[in-house]
T-cell receptor, first 113, second 112 residues
Framework: KAGVTQTPRYLIKTRGQQVTLSCSPI?????VSWYQQTPGQGLQFLFEYFSETQRNKGNFPGRFSGRQFSNSRSEMNVSTLELGDSALYLCASSPGQGTGELFFGEGSRLTVL | GENVEQHPSTLSVQEGDSAVIKCTYSDSASNYFPWYKQELGKGPQLIID?????GEKKDQRIAVTLNKTAKHFSLHITETQPEDSAVYFCASHLNAGNMLTFGGGTRLMVKP
């Protein structure tokens, strides 16, 4: 069974630009979560989607948004990029509702110059 | 909201020794506690987990213990090997979708 796939793996943007990251969950998983990982703040929850609906949202500004498609694939978007948005963005999928069992992808490393 | 503290932040052991990483959580309603291993350049990998109705769980060289009264849980790795070197994260889960709150991580170094 294929794991969680994230694209692109690496990208470089400049301040003020916007970026879209993509995530394909494990087949059959309907829940997709996004986390931001930085050396200073660790792993922080961004949002979770289940059946195309945002179920939970972390404490991030409105520049961070996401969506989920009918095939459970998900995208997250960050608009008006800031230097502090440089991070590893991790997507995780889960087989069930509310079990907490997450399977992570390799991440998309975003560098903002 | 939930808060998870993890100690130590770095841990260096000799190959063959045991390693213990400890976490405390703040919300007594937390009911699921996974541990993740993250190797350089990779995403976190679930290595073991425990639910609140269980006190201890073991899988080969790794084990996790949970003390609900004290609100802390620990990861134990026995007979450490160089390939155990990685960053380990603990996490806790409340009944709110699949959202996890993570500890700050422990960098484990196993010296051959």
């Amino acid at each position: 069974k294929a794991g969680v796939t994230q694209t692109p793996r690496y990208l470089i943007k400049t301040r003020g630009q916007q970026v879209t990251l993509s995530c394909s969950p494990i087949s059959g998983h309907r829940s997709v979560s996004w986390y931001q990982q930085t050396p200073g703040q660790g792993l922080q929850f961004l949002f979770e989607y289940f059946s195309e609906t945002q179920r939970n949202k972390g404490n991030f500004p409105g520049r961070f948004s996401g969506r989920q498609f009918s095939n459970s694939r998900s995208e997250m978007n960050v608009s008006t990029l800031e230097l502090g948005d440089s991070a590893l963005y991790l997507c995780a999928s889960s087989p069930g509702q509310g079990t907490g069992e997450l399977f992570f992808g390799e991440g998309s490393r975003l560098t903002v110059l | 909201g939930e808060n998870v503290e993890q100690h130590p932040s770095t841990l260096s052991v000799q190959e063959g020794d045991s390693a213990v990483i400890k976490c405390t959580y703040s919300d007594s309603a937390s009911n699921y506690f996974p541990w993740y291993k993250q190797e350089l350049g990779k995403g976190p990998q679930l290595i073991i987990d425990i639910r609140s109705n269980v006190g201890e769980k073991k899988d080969q060289r790794i084990a996790v213990t949970l003390n609900k009264t004290a609100k802390h849980f620990s990861l134990h790795i026995t007979e450490t090997q160089p390939e155990d070197s990685a960053v380990y994260f603990c996490a806790s889960h409340l009944n709110a979708g699949n959202m996890l709150t993570f500890g700050g991580g422990t960098r484990l170094m196993v010296k051959p």
